[in-house]
């Protein structure tokens, strides 16, 4: 499985983004699909997960992005987004893209077996 994040960029406080991830390889419609990302001198972070369970999706945020962010999924084109709104100087960070088999530990970035590259988010106050 190979994950391509895209997207990333300049924006000035209060401005949007949309991150865009490509799935590629082993059949995408079951995976758990997530958003984490990582400022520098910080650990990495836990930003968005989505995953379906027969014909519901389900999204969980983390607290400091709930209202902001939204992760969605186009299982057609393999594809999974972030849409960013409001944006914040704390939100400055390398956005990556992961993938996981399963529904468990989906807020710990250490079960998740796929990673992209990371697309770089810089907000500007």
């Known amino acids: 499985v190979q994950l391509q994040a895209s997207g990333g960029g300049l924006v000035q406080a209060g401005g949007s983004l949309r991150l865009s991830c490509a799935v590629s390889g082993r059949t995408f419609s079951t995976f758990a699909l997530a958003w984490f990302r990582q400022a520098p001198g910080k650990e990495r972070e836990f930003v968005a997960v989505?995953?379906?369970?027969?014909?519901?999706?389900?999204?969980y945020y983390g607290d400091s992005v709930k209202g902001r962010f939204t992760i969605s999924r186009d299982n057609a084109k393999r594809m999974v987004y972030l849409q960013m709104n409001t944006l914040k100087p704390d939100d400055t960070a390398v956005y990556y893209c992961?993938?996981?088999?399963?529904?468990?530990?989906?807020?710990?970035?250490?079960?998740?077996?796929?990673w992209g590259q990371g697309t770089e988010v810089t907000v500007s106050s």
């Open positions: 989505i995953r379906r369970t027969g014909v519901t999706v389900y999204t």
């Open positions: 992961a993938a996981k088999d399963g529904l468990r530990d989906l807020y710990s970035g250490e079960k998740y077996e796929y």
